[in-house]
């Protein structure tokens, strides 16, 4: 499965504009990929004001996200701003290609800046089944939590969409190669790059880390488009020698 991940500065608080500056960066790379992943409210910046940019399910970024999918032949997926039965949700859309729709919200809330007072948790993840991939994808601060991403259901990849700051970077890369170690399975970050409203600065560091802890794409801080491969058979291959995951705990949250 080939993928393209793509950092980039956000404008905050404008979904129009993001659209477009997005729209140009995955129209401008002419390579087929299978999934394009883009960051943690890739519409707006990592606003703690969702009633200022929040969007319904039927709304403008969300068929924005449809067409593109459909025009490249490719599923995508980030997070937005979405606001149901009046409530709003940092929710992760996985837009196949064919225009349906899969969606997580965000489990752990950054309570640092406040977000669990403006936006509800989420409660179940999401495995998606595409292109003979199993995938998990998650959300910035999700990172942090080993026993929400533990694989339970021999998935292949994990992704994390953030908008992660500069000053915690380290700690970025270093809980990316732990959940790939921990869970033998790919692991792919997508952070953004810029500084936002509220003076946070961000450098990036979106990368790609295999089953054994590996690069396949060391953390990058350009503004680009970075397109690496998957193989599943080196992924199975690995997992049948080494077969950690077979001594798991079974444990079940509450």
């Known amino acids: 499965m080939k993928v393209a991940l793509i950092q980039t500065s956000l404008i905050w608080e404008n979904p129009l504009e993001n659209r477009s500056h997005l729209a140009q960066k995955i129209t401008g790379f002419m390579e087929d990929v299978d999934l394009i992943v883009l960051p943690e409210m890739f519409s707006s910046g990592f606003t703690m004001d969702p009633k200022s940019v929040a969007e319904k399910m039927d709304g403008e970024t969300v068929s924005w996200l449809q067409h593109l999918a459909k025009a490249k032949d490719c599923a995508i997926t980030g997070s937005l701003v979405i606001e149901e039965a009046g409530s709003y949700y940092n929710r992760l859309l996985f837009v196949y290609p ?29 495995i998606v089944d595409y292109k003979g991939f199993k995938i998990c994808p998650l959300i910035c601060y999700d990172l942090r939590f080993p026993v929400f991403s533990r694989n339970t259901e021999n998935y292949d990849v994990l992704i994390y969409v953030a908008n992660w700051p500069k000053p915690r970077v380290t700690a970025w890369d270093i809980l990316l190669k ?62 049948e020698k080494l077969a950690f995951l077979n001594d798991r705990d079974s444990f079940k949250l509450i």
């Not at 225009?99 to 409660?123: C, N, P, Q, V």
Request: hydrophobic share 35%; charged share 25%; proline share 1%.
């Open 98 to 126: 064919s225009g349906e729709i899969k969606w997580y919200d965000k489990r752990h809330l950054f309570t640092l800046s406040g977000e669990h007072k403006h936006y509800a948790a989420g409660e179940n993840r999401l």
């Open 178 to 239: 732990a959940r790939a170690v921990e869970n033998m399975c790919y692991v792919i970050g997508v952070n953004r790059i810029g500084s936002d409203h509220n003076k946070h600065d961000y450098v990036g560091h979106s990368q790609v880390v295999n089953f054994l802890g590996e690069y396949i794409l060391e953390p990058q801080e350009a503004d680009s488009v970075f397109i690496v491969e998957l193989d599943k058979i080196k992924l199975m291959e690995t997992r």
